[in-house]
């Protein structure tokens, strides 16, 4: 695991998600599992460590990001033909139950924008486009001006385009200069103004 963690993993992953790999795995996956070889490691060692896991009081989203990191981790050792098969893909971590998101209704969003305008604060334009484009929260918070094109005539909708992110790590605030999906740049169209 820390073969993996100091190795590859490093160079291929945000700064941000390489913590987390790292917290899982230096927190619940190496004291759980370092007396097991790896080539000895089954489906029900893991299902043994995510019932520990859940007992001692983790949820089950908590016991999920265990068993992806152990996943993440596993598929590499088969890339690298440490190991034939990826056990994790049998092991049955808790379900985790879905996250519903509550969204503001056509008054609330009227209402807000309305306190957003009598503010007169710069950060108008920011809030529309938090509340219209649904950026993730490091990408709205690494945009530029240059970033947003503004309609240039009455009716017509405006750009705003995601290409960079911004993380905070235990090192602090990180700005990469790619989204998180890394496919490049997204375009949001920004709503007409009347």
């Given at each position: 695991m820390e073969r993996w963690l100091e190795g590859s993993l490093k160079q291929s992953v945000s700064p941000r998600t390489y913590g987390g790999y790292a917290w899982q795995t230096r927190k619940h996956v190496v004291p759980g599992l370092d007396h097991i070889k790896l080539k000895e490691l089954t489906a029900e060692h893991l299902d043994a460590l995510y019932v520990q896991k859940s007992n001692s009081g983790?949820?089950?989203?908590a016991v999920g990001y265990i068993h992806s990191t152990i996943r993440v981790a596993l598929q590499?050792?088969?890339?690298k033909r440490l190991i034939p098969y990826n056990v994790a893909r049998d092991a049955d971590p808790s379900k985790q139950t879905k996250r519903e998101y509550t969204t503001l209704s056509q008054n609330q969003l009227t209402s807000f924008f309305r306190a957003a305008a009598e503010a007169?604060?710069?950060l108008e334009?920011?809030?529309i486009v938090a509340a219209l484009a649904g950026p993730r929260p490091g990408e709205l918070l690494a945009l530029k001006w240059a970033d947003l094109r503004l309609p240039e005539e009455p009716n017509a909708p405006?750009?705003?385009r995601i290409r960079r992110s911004l993380s905070t790590t235990r090192e602090g605030l990180v700005l990469r200069e790619t989204t998180k999906t890394g496919k490049g740049r997204l375009v949001y169209l920004l709503p007409p103004v009347e």
């Open positions: 983790l949820g089950p989203c590499r050792a088969v890339k007169k604060d710069c334009a920011f809030f405006g750009e705003a």
